[in-house]
């Protein structure tokens, strides 16, 4: 069992960034593939980014290739995404979530555990 809880939200200007975590709880929470989803109003929850727990290594959507970075310090237990030149295109409620499989899925359905939500706005 894993719980995740998400921080760093907030309201920022487009070009600027913020810095999300997702403090995770569970003695497995090494072995967990673990990744950002987003989902803004009206639309499907969608794939951001995510890294492999046996190697840590990172796949990101093409939408934030080059602007955001994922990383996971399994001593802490903490989940990052860091996010730079933000765009508007980025607001969205953006959640953790954590799966046992090793490569990670761009399905939601394939995902395990989920946090409540952060939620992200980038004006314009």
């Known amino acids: 069992q894993v719980q995740l809880v998400e921080s760093g939200g907030g309201l920022v200007q487009a070009g600027g960034s913020l810095r999300l975590s997702c403090a995770g709880s569970g003695r497995s929470f090494s072995i967990y593939t673990m990744g950002w989803f987003r989902q803004a109003p009206g639309k499907e929850r969608e794939f951001v980014a995510a890294?492999?727990?046996?190697?840590?290594?990172?796949y990101y959507a093409d939408a934030v290739k080059g602007r955001f970075t994922i990383s996971k310090d399994n001593a802490k237990n903490t989940l990052t995404l860091q996010m730079n030149s933000l765009k508007p295109e980025d607001t969205a409620v953006y959640y953790c979530?954590?799966?046992?499989?090793?490569?990670?899925?761009?399905?939601?359905?394939?995902?395990?555990?989920w946090g409540q939500g952060t939620q992200v706005t980038v004006s314009s």
């Open positions: 890294i492999r727990w046996s190697d840590r290594m990172p």
């Open positions: 979530a954590a799966s046992p499989r090793l490569r990670p899925s761009l399905a939601s359905n394939d995902w395990d555990y």
